[in-house]
């Protein structure tokens, strides 16, 4: 699975440090996510950045997301 990060806002936020047009992989999103959780403003998820979270966990995390 690849993710556009500029697809998602909270994402992009994450990928501060990446070049503005970059795509990762699904796994990697998802350890974005999880080791940077206390960055995220999870109230600002629209529906699409939430259904792709959802879609990380079950695909990645076997169902178990593990913020640090």
């Not at 998602?8 to 970059?22: D, E, I």
């Not at 992989?25 to 080791?35: K, N, P, Q, S, V």
């Not at 960055?39 to 990645?60: G, I």
């Amino acid at each position: 699975m690849q993710v556009d990060v500029n697809t998602y806002t909270q994402l992009s936020t994450l990928c501060w440090n990446r070049t503005c047009n970059a795509v990762i992989d699904g796994r990697e999103a998802l350890g974005l996510y999880e080791r940077n959780w206390r960055f995220v403003e999870a109230e600002k998820f629209d529906a699409t950045e939430r259904t792709l979270l959802e879609t990380l966990v079950a695909r990645y995390g076997n169902g178990v997301f593990m913020p640090a």
